[in-house]
């Protein structure tokens, strides 16, 4: 009986260990995708550090709410145009007019797929 109690408690604790190393792969996945956005932004746009830093950021949960969006069962109309309107609010508030006009550019021709 004790041998059937512990397996049963191992079982339960492998079950709860896979679903936090889910999350936590999802969001290596995330960051790296935010990483490599940015650096390739940085490129384009030619901003500062403290401009980067903040530019990741806000990629990254882009990428985040993006990535959510595809693995939910059902969207809310209006997810999408939401979360682009989000991302487009933060880097005008990052980022000055030039940069932002390179912005535009880069994400009609990248992050639009993410």
């Given at each position: 009986?004790?041998?059937?109690?512990?397996?049963?408690?191992?079982?339960?604790?492998?079950?709860?260990?896979?679903?936090?190393?889910?999350?936590?792969?999802?969001?290596?996945?995330?960051?790296?995708?935010?990483?490599?956005?940015?650096?390739?932004?940085?490129?384009?746009?030619?901003?500062?550090?403290?401009?980067?830093?903040?530019?990741?950021?806000?990629?990254?949960?882009?990428?985040?709410?993006?990535?959510?969006?595809?693995?939910?069962?059902?969207?809310?109309?209006?997810?999408?145009?939401?979360?682009?309107?989000?991302?487009d609010?933060?880097?005008?508030d990052?980022?000055?007019?030039?940069?932002?006009?390179?912005?535009?550019?880069?994400?009609?021709?990248?992050?639009?797929?993410?």
């Amino acid at each position: 009986m004790k041998k059937i109690f512990t397996l049963g408690l191992f079982v339960f604790a492998m079950f709860l260990g896979t679903g936090s190393l889910m999350a936590q792969s999802n969001k290596i996945e995330v960051n790296k995708k935010a990483s490599e956005q940015t650096e390739a932004l940085a490129k384009v746009i030619k901003c500062d550090n403290n401009q980067k830093d903040q530019v990741y950021l806000a990629l990254q949960e882009f990428t985040q709410a993006t990535l959510d969006l595809k693995n939910a069962s059902v969207v809310k109309e209006g997810a999408v145009e939401k979360i682009k309107t989000l991302l487009d609010t933060k880097m005008q508030d990052i980022l000055n007019e030039t940069q932002y006009e390179r912005y535009e550019a880069f994400y009609e021709e990248n992050l639009k797929t993410l």
